[in-house]
C-alpha cells in the first residue's frame, strides 16, 4: 500500500529522515515508533506530500505520490494530528462534511454519512451533530476529527500523534475505538507515536525510527523476542522490556487445561500484559480464559507467566 524506497529529507547539514526503505501492507496499522525528533513526522509527511523527499520516492498503491496533484492525493488520505484543527465556527456536522462537500455529494448522501461516522467514533449523531468544537472535550474533538478523516472512506489514514494530548483513560478509550474502527473498515493507517505502550497497544507492525534511521521494523513480537539491542533497547526501556514484550503476546498462548471455578475472568483476546495486571489488582495468582472458537479455554498460573521467555 505505502512504500518508502530509499528516502531522505535534508534540511542543511541534517538528515531529519535518512534513507529509509519501508514497506506498510495494505489493511495493517503500522506504527512509527521514535523519540521527539526522529523523523516520525516528516517521514509520515512525505506521504501526502507536505513534506517532499530529498532523495529516494513515496509509493502509493504502486504509484510514485510526486507525480500526484498534492490537492487530489491529499483528497484520497485521512489525515488527523494532535491539535485536531476543527474549523472553529463551524458545527460537528460541517465538520466532518468537508471534503465530501468538496467532492460534490449530494446533501442527503452527506447527512447518512455524518450520522453513520459519529455512531462509527462513539459519538451520539443527536447529541453532537450540531455542537461547536468548543462544545467538546479534548476526546470528542479527537473523535470527530478522526470522523472527519474517515468521511469520504479513504483507503488509507495518516495519524500524527493524535492522542498525545489526551488523559491516560480517555487515551485508552481512543485506542480501542480505533482498533474497533480498523477491523472493521479495513483501513491501512499509518500512526506515529512515541508512546511505546501505545504502540503496542496499535501496532501489527512497528516500525522504530531513530536519528533519522530507520533502526527496527516487522511484527511487535518478533522485534521484542529475545534480548533487543541498541536503540530498540533504549527506546522501549531498559528495565520495562520483559514488561513491554508480555504486552506483544496472547494470554491463551500461556494457558493451561484446569479448573477454572470461582476465578476472575480474561477476556478472550487478552494480552499477557493484560493477564498481570489482573492478577495484581484482582490479587489472584491464577486467572480462568473463556473458551473460543478453536481454543478450548482454560487457567492462567502466575508461574508459568514469569517465567514466559
Ligand atoms: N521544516 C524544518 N526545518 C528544519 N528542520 C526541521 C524541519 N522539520 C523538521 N526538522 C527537524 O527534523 C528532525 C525530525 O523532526 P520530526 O518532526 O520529523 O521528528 P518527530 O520524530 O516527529 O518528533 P516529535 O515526536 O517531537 O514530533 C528534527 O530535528 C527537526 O528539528
Known amino acids: 500500500m505505502i512504500r518508502f524506497e530509499g528516502v531522505s529529507r535534508r534540511y542543511g547539514e541534517q538528515a531529519a529522515v535518512d534513507r529509509v526503505t519501508l514497506e506498510v501492507p495494505r489493511g495493517s ?41 498534492p490537492e487530489e492525493l491529499r483528497r484520497g488520505i485521512g489525515y488527523v494530528i494532535q491539535s485536531v484543527g476543527l474549523f472553529p465556527h463551524w458545527r460537528v456536522a460541517d465538520n466532518i462534511a468537508t471534503v465530501p462537500r468538496l467532492l460534490g455529494w449530494e446533501p442527503a448522501r452527506i447527512a447518512a454519512r455524518v450520522e453513520t461516522l459519529l455512531e462509527l467514533v462513539g459519538l451520539e449523531a443527536t447529541l453532537f451533530r450540531d455542537r461547536f468544537p468548543h462544545e467538546l472535550s479534548g476526546g470528542q474533538a479527537q473523535r470527530v476529527g478522526l470522523a472527519r478523516a474517515l468521511a469520504a472512506d479513504p483507503p488509507l489514514l495518516l495519524m500524527d500523534e493524535p492522542f498525545s494530548a489526551l488523559d491516560p483513560g480517555t487515551r485508552r478509550g481512543l485506542q480501542v475505538a480505533l482498533r474497533e474502527i480498523h477491523a472493521e473498515t479495513g483501513k491501512t493507517i499509518l500512526f506515529v507515536t512515541h508512546d511505546v505502550e501505545e504502540a503496542l497497544a496499535l501496532a501489527d507492525r512497528l516500525a522504530v525510527l531513530d536519528q533519522g534511521q530507520l533502526v527496527a521494523q516487522g511484527r511487535p513480537a518478533a522485534l521484542l523476542e529475545g534480548a533487543a539491542q541498541g536503540p530498540v533497547r533504549r527506546i522501549f526501556g531498559e528495565e520495562s522490556l520483559a514488561f513491554h514484550r508480555l504486552a506483544t503476546l496472547p494470554a491463551r498462548s500461556l494457558a493451561r487445561v484446569g479448573d477454572a471455578d470461582a476465578l476472575p475472568m480474561l477476556p478472550a483476546d487478552a494480552t499477557l500484559k493484560q493477564a ?13 480464559l473463556p473458551a473460543e472458537a478453536g481454543f478450548g479455554g482454560g487457567t492462567l498460573h502466575w508461574t508459568d507467566l514469569v517465567t514466559a521467555r
Open 276 to 288: 498481570l495486571m489482573l492478577m495484581l489488582s484482582e490479587n489472584s495468582a491464577r486467572l480462568a
Open 29 to 69: 496499522i503500522c506504527v512509527l515508533l521514535g523519540e521527539s525528533g526522529s523523523g516520525k513526522s516528516t517521514l509520515m509527511r512525505m506521504v501526502n506530500r507536505l513534506v517532499e523527499p530529498s532523495a529516494g520516492r513515496v509509493l502509493v498503491d504502486g504509484r510514485d505520490v510526486a507525480g500526484a496533484d
